[in-house]
């Protein structure tokens, strides 16, 4: 039986094996940063705006979600912004991908939410497939643009 649950301080470990496992699939393991302490204070600390969840299949763990809420100034109303969605290898397929997003539409659906939102990387065809069979529509009119590291600071001293 596949459940989803609220992540909880004592998941971190968890979660950040997962986005270990992820990151290397996306091919940027060398990109991670992030340690136990660093999740438990941006996901469980007091001042935390992102949210995670657990997927458990017959009482073992084999995914997770991170999210966080946005805002809309065109509808005036917020949303829902799924960071990564994850499942071990081993598992896709069992519906467990499918039951995290349901999940998630539900807390967005409890939160008001007019729009429930992500990223896919453009080579990542089994999960544009996955995507697309869940009704998502890709947005392709729009660029993502980020900025971080040196540039990021130069700007915000007005470099």
């Known amino acids: 039986m596949i459940e989803v649950r609220k992540a909880e301080r004592g998941d971190a470990q968890t979660i950040l094996r997962f986005i270990c496992e992820l990151a290397d699939y996306e091919k940027a393991a060398d990109e991670v940063v992030a340690t136990v302490q660093t999740i438990e204070q941006s996901l469980f600390g007091p001042d935390a705006v992102a949210h995670a969840v657990i997927c458990t299949r017959d009482g073992a763990t084999i995914g997770f979600a991170v999210y966080f809420f946005n805002y809309s100034?065109?509808?005036?109303?917020?949303?829902?912004?799924?960071?990564?969605?994850?499942?071990?290898?081993?598992?896709?397929?069992?519906?467990?991908?499918?039951?995290?997003?349901?999940?998630?539409?539900?807390?967005?659906?409890?939160?008001?939410?007019?729009?429930?939102?992500?990223?896919?990387?453009?080579?990542?065809?089994?999960?544009?497939?996955?995507?697309?069979?869940?009704?998502?529509?890709?947005?392709?009119?729009?660029?993502?643009?980020?900025?971080?590291?040196?540039?990021?600071?130069?700007?915000?001293?007005g470099d």
């Open 73 to 157: 100034t065109w509808l005036g109303k917020r949303g829902l912004f799924l960071e990564d969605l994850y499942v071990n290898p081993s598992h896709r397929g069992s519906g467990a991908g499918k039951e995290l997003l349901s999940h998630l539409a539900g807390i967005a659906v409890s939160h008001g939410c007019e729009r429930f939102e992500w990223n896919v990387l453009t080579w990542n065809e089994p999960a544009i497939a996955f995507y697309d069979s869940s009704g998502a529509i890709a947005q392709s009119e729009w660029v993502g643009y980020r900025i971080s590291g040196e540039a990021l600071s130069a700007l915000a001293r």
